[in-house]
């Protein structure tokens, strides 16, 4: 169903680019023919990803950037469309968390994850907002989000808030963003077994095998398996697809109401 032209002329901007699942995604779409911007906090990271992505033949730029920051994100956007030209697809996937008890979490650490994970994601949206309306294949933005922020997550509060934000304003912007030919979607990954975030939280802890039992597919997935819903969202193949959630977690979050 892909090729090399999927998304042949489209540029896409991913915050978060140089992690994990962000970096899948840009690797992924610059395979698909696209011209993509990665955006991070951190400079090393940001250009060992870059030097990867271009081993690779993609046509790509980086740019330091912490999502927090509105202005740093609009500068990203705007140095994005002077060197590509367009603006296509937003991939709101930065992130940031930790494992913390409600009681025991500060106001500060509340609002430092609220300030990464939902701000973040409104800034992009708004920084990109003008240059996706010009688009000439049509505006894309998918944001990474978690059932865990529908069904609550003990331990992460701060981190479910956000993400359940994060689909509340997709679903809003898929409306009032409709007239203007963007589309607007959300993933939501399961556990991901070559991720920092599943090392940290699953393996590192010896709950992995708990864990991938919490699945319907009794397994974790992997970054390929977002990066692949990720082009299937972007690309014309979802062209009547907007304010949806696609969750690609192997049955987990069913599995746990059912459980
Ligand atoms: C309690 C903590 C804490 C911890 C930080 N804080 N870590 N509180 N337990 N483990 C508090 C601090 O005390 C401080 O509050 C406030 O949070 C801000 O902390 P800073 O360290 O100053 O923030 P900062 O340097 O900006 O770092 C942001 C961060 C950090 C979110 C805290 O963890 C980070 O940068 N993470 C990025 C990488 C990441 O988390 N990736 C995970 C994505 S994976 P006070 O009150 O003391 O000032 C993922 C997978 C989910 O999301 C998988 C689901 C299945």
């Known amino acids: ?27 992924m779409y610059g395979r698909f023919g696209a011209k993509v911007a990665i955006v991070g906090r951190n400079r090393e990271r940001l250009d060992n990803a870059l030097q990867k992505l271009r081993a690779q033949g993609i046509d790509a730029a980086a740019f330091v950037t912490d999502v927090r920051d509105f202005d740093q994100v609009k500068h990203a956007i705007e140095q994005t469309v002077a060197r590509f030209g367009a603006l296509d697809i937003l991939v ?9 008890p409600t009681a025991g979490l500060t106001p500060n650490g509340w609002k430092t994850v609220i300030d990464i994970d939902l701000n973040g994601t409104f800034h992009g949206c708004l920084a990109a907002y003008e240059h996706l309306k010009r688009s000439e294949h049509g505006g894309n933005i998918i944001s990474i989000i978690t059932m ?10 701060h981190a479910a808030a956000a993400k359940a934000g994060i689909l509340s304003l997709s679903r809003t912007l898929a ?8 589309r607007v979607n959300t993933i939501s990954p399961g556990p991901i077994g070559d991720t920092e975030g599943v090392q940290r939280m699953y393996i590192d802890t010896g709950r992995d095998e708990l864990e991938r039992r919490k699945t319907a597919l009794n397994r974790f997935g992997t970054k390929a398996d977002i990066a692949h819903a990720a082009v299937y969202l972007a690309s014309d193949m979802a062209c009547y697809v907007t304010g949806d959630n696609l969750v690609v977690d192997g049955g ?3 599995k746990y109401v059912a459980a």
């Open 148 to 157: 865990l922020g529908v069904t609550g997550w003990p331990g992460a509060a």
């Open 92 to 100: 709101n996937n930065a992130a940031g968390n930790f494992h913390c």
């Open 252 to 254: 987990r979050w069913l």
């Open 175 to 182: 409306v009032e963003w409709g007239d203007d030919n963007i």
């Open 1 to 27: 169903m892909f090729s090399t032209e999927t998304l042949k002329n489209h540029v896409a901007f991913i915050t978060g680019g140089a992690g994990d699942i962000g970096y899948e995604i840009a690797s």
